[in-house]
């Protein structure tokens, strides 16, 4: 007999207000999470904190909530971030060198081994970044 065992699909999901409040909250819960996963905490959180708040800046409709997804496949952490802002996507951008925002997917695309953005179901998009080589540690 051919028993195959499969890897644990580990996953958390969480309703958050999309405000600064909301985002800090995101990146705190998020870095709980991995820690409980006993997977690394060195660039995942600051990816979870630059797309929240940018669901809480950009993605903002008042009265409707941000969600934050960690999932893990295998060795490969997916971070998403969706809101119900799904008509502004992000792009990548220069920021000047007085400005005071205008980094955060500079920081994600540095940090991430892969980021996109899925839209839908309408009005939604979903933000993601993804990590390779999550193993616990």
Known sequence: MNQEVAAPVR?????????PRGARLARLL??????????PLDTAPQIVAE????????G????????LTLYVVGGTLRIEVTDTRGDRHPHLAPATPDAESGRGLLLV????D????TPGP????????????CRPK
Request: glycine share 4%.
């Open 11 to 19: 996953n958390f999901t969480v309703l958050l207000s999309p405000t």
């Open 30 to 39: 998020a870095t709980e999470q991995l820690r409980a996963w006993d997977l």
């Open 51 to 58: 797309l929240a708040i940018n669901a809480a800046t950009h």
């Open 60 to 67: 903002r409709v008042p009265g409707r909530d941000f969600r």
């Open 109 to 112: 695309d540095a940090l991430a």
């Open 114 to 117: 892969r980021w996109g953005v």
């Open 122 to 133: 309408h009005p939604r998009k979903t933000v993601w970044a993804e990590l390779n080589r």
